[in-house]
């Protein structure tokens, strides 16, 4: 039993371990979950891997007593090593720290754009000497740390090439609160790494706010219109109330304005996508409408649309006389006989009486084109004939007001008239 005890005793007298701490170089801050490795001196082969911790450290337990070599490989960092001695049953200490790789590139932080939301897009430039020393690869580091380059999320930007160029990418899902971001260029030639070059850190703020976007305005009627938005944030605290504000008076209007000038329009329900239809709406004024969006901080707006009810139709009272306020066919030339049915079937307004007009009629209404609009400077279809017995009808031009005739199948505008008491 003496004896075995002696070997046990001896086994563990010929082991001996490692500790270290891996920082960087120009800040002493410890590196926390890099890989260092461990090789015999001898024949440089790979006996062992372990990680750091959050403080740095790191440790290698019960290696047998001989010369070693220690390795930890970074990104953008050159390689660190260190050559350590184990003694029988003592702790040999092996700190080592990470030198920044450097290249000949100048990089620009530039400042943070289209902060909205959870969302924002990272700005940067950089510069060479010469083409062939542009960078492989741009992007940023970007983190709530005042120190991005050591606790930070990298993106890549799109490619750019040249001499000098600027870069950018665009990054959702932060949270709100003070976030910091760096701009890098990395330049990698086949297998060997220049190294990385780096701008200044920038900071920027995310609210938290909610945001929403005004879309753009549909069916629009003779006395309606459907108001469109979509939330593009919902905020954080969430929304609590979104909808439309709109007004013929403010051309930007709010939810603080008079109730009298300005209409508020919320709509219930959690879809990011939401609508309202509005009706009561004038002829011929401008409508000024806003998506909107409130949490228990703040209102945001959409920006401002704009939309107009334009008539359907003109009204020659003294002579009887209802004009449609656009050429049928949506003002394209049309030959007589088609011209003459889409007169006679079109039902705006809610109309059905429709008609072509006479040539007298035609003459009234080129009398008064201005006031009616929308008429172009081409011959128009009357429903007279030239002859009453051939397919010739007359048409009066809205440039000069000659008149003439045409046989049916020539294609001409027209513009639909109904008789009224």
């Known amino acids: 039993m003496c004896v075995l005890c002696g070997c046990t005793s001896d086994m563990e007298d010929a082991t001996g371990s490692i500790y270290g701490v891996v920082s960087y170089s120009n800040s002493a801050e410890p590196v926390k979950g890099v890989g260092v490795e461990l090789y015999n001196a001898r024949s440089m082969s790979l006996l062992l891997r372990t990680t750091t911790s959050d403080d740095g450290s790191y440790s290698f337990e019960e290696i047998t007593s001989?010369?070693?070599?220690?390795?930890?490989?970074?990104?953008?960092?050159?390689?660190?090593?260190?050559?350590?001695?184990?003694?029988?049953?003592?702790?040999?200490?092996?700190?080592?720290?990470?030198?920044?790789?450097?290249?000949?590139?100048?990089?620009?932080?530039?400042?943070?754009?289209?902060?909205?939301?959870?969302?924002?897009?990272?700005?940067?430039?950089?510069?060479?000497?010469?083409?062939?020393?542009?960078?492989?690869?741009?992007?940023?580091?970007?983190?709530?740390?005042?120190?991005?380059?050591?606790?930070?999320?990298?993106?890549?930007?799109?490619?750019?090439?040249g001499i000098e160029n600027n870069f950018s990418a665009s990054v959702s899902g932060l949270t709100p609160g003070t976030w910091y971001v760096q701009a890098?260029?990395?330049?990698?030639?086949?297998?060997?790494?220049?190294?990385?070059?780096?701008?200044?850190?920038v900071s920027f703020e995310i609210s938290g706010d909610p945001q929403v976007s005004t879309l753009d305005i549909t069916n629009i009627t003779d006395v309606s219109a459907t108001l469109n938005g979509y939330v593009e944030y919902a905020g954080d605290p969430k929304y609590t109330e979104k909808g439309f504000i709109y007004s013929k008076s403010y051309t930007v209007p709010t939810i603080d304005d008079p109730s009298d000038a300005t209409t508020k329009m919320p709509v219930s329900g959690s879809a990011n996508e939401f609508s309202v239809v509005i009706d009561g709406l004038e002829i011929n004024k401008t409508y000024y409408v806003r998506a909107y969006i409130t949490n228990q901080n703040v209102t945001?707006?959409?920006?401002?649309?704009?939309?107009?009810?334009?008539?359907k139709y003109y009204v020659l009272s003294e002579e009887g006389l209802m004009v449609q306020a656009d050429d049928i066919n949506s003002g394209k030339y049309t030959r007589w006989d088609v011209a003459y049915a889409m007169c006679e079937n079109s039902t705006v307004g809610g109309f059905d009486d429709w008609r072509m007009p006479t040539i007298q009629e035609l003459i009234i209404l080129y009398l008064h084109k201005d006031e009616i609009g929308n008429f172009?400077?081409?011959?128009?279809?009357?429903?007279?004939?030239?002859?009453?017995?051939?397919?010739?009808?007359?048409?009066?031009?809205?440039?000069?007001?000659?008149?003439?005739?045409?046989?049916?199948?020539?294609?001409w505008r027209v513009r639909a008239v109904r008789t009224i008491k």
Do not use: H
Not at 184 to 201: H, M
């Open 376 to 411: 172009k400077d081409s011959y128009y279809w009357s429903a007279d004939k030239v002859y009453s017995d051939d397919n010739y009808y007359k048409c009066l031009s809205f440039e000069d007001g000659s008149l003439i005739g045409y046989y049916y199948t020539k294609e």
């Open 66 to 161: 001989g010369d070693y070599y220690l390795q930890v490989v970074s990104e953008g960092y050159k390689t660190a090593s260190y050559s350590v001695s184990v003694e029988p049953g003592r702790q040999a200490r092996a700190d080592m720290q990470l030198v920044e790789k450097t290249i000949d590139i100048s990089v620009s932080t530039l400042a943070v754009s289209n902060v909205a939301g959870a969302g924002a897009t990272f700005n940067g430039s950089y510069k060479v000497s010469y083409f062939n020393d542009a960078p492989t690869e741009c992007g940023f580091i970007y983190s709530t740390s005042s120190k991005p380059k050591v606790e930070g999320t990298k993106v890549v930007a799109e490619k750019v090439t």
């Open 184 to 201: 890098y260029a990395t330049r990698k030639k086949g297998e060997y790494d220049d190294g990385t070059a780096y701008g200044d850190v």
């Open 300 to 311: 945001t707006y959409g920006d401002v649309k704009t939309f107009k009810i334009n008539p």
